[in-house]
């Protein structure tokens, strides 16, 4: 399924309503591999009327990644932020080593 096709499915039962942010906002940014960009779309969330919905949603879906309800999804399991490709900082080496 599209992106565009998930967002409108997941906002399908309020389109009587106003225009939600996911709505009204290029898709892709809900599903960007940017931790800048999945920021922006957490902050454009935050005011929306349907936020626990719709990430009490994508939780029971399971969804597998994106920004839902104004938090970043991976693997299905909610995550605060989302590091960017490349390598670990000397940190979490250090920990796992």
């Known amino acids: 399924m599209s992106l565009r096709r998930r ?10 309503g106003p225009v939600l ?4 906002a290029d898709p892709d940014l809900w ?5 800048v960009d999945l ?3 957490k902050g454009l969330c935050r005011p929306c009327p349907v936020r626990a919905d719709c990430l009490a949603g994508a939780v029971r ?3 597998p990644w994106g920004v839902w309800g104004g ?6 399991t909610v995550i605060a932020r989302k590091r960017g490709p490349g ?3 000397r940190s979490e080496l250090a ?3």
Do not use: K, M, N, T
């Open 7 to 16: 967002l409108r499915a997941a906002a399908a039962p309020v389109r009587a």
């Open 21 to 24: 942010p996911c709505q009204g």
């Open 31 to 35: 599903f960007a591999v940017s931790p």
């Open 39 to 41: 920021e922006r779309a």
């Open 61 to 63: 879906r399971g969804e």
């Open 71 to 76: 938090e970043i999804l991976d693997r299905g």
């Open 87 to 89: 390598r670990p900082p």
């Open 95 to 97: 920990d796992s080593g």
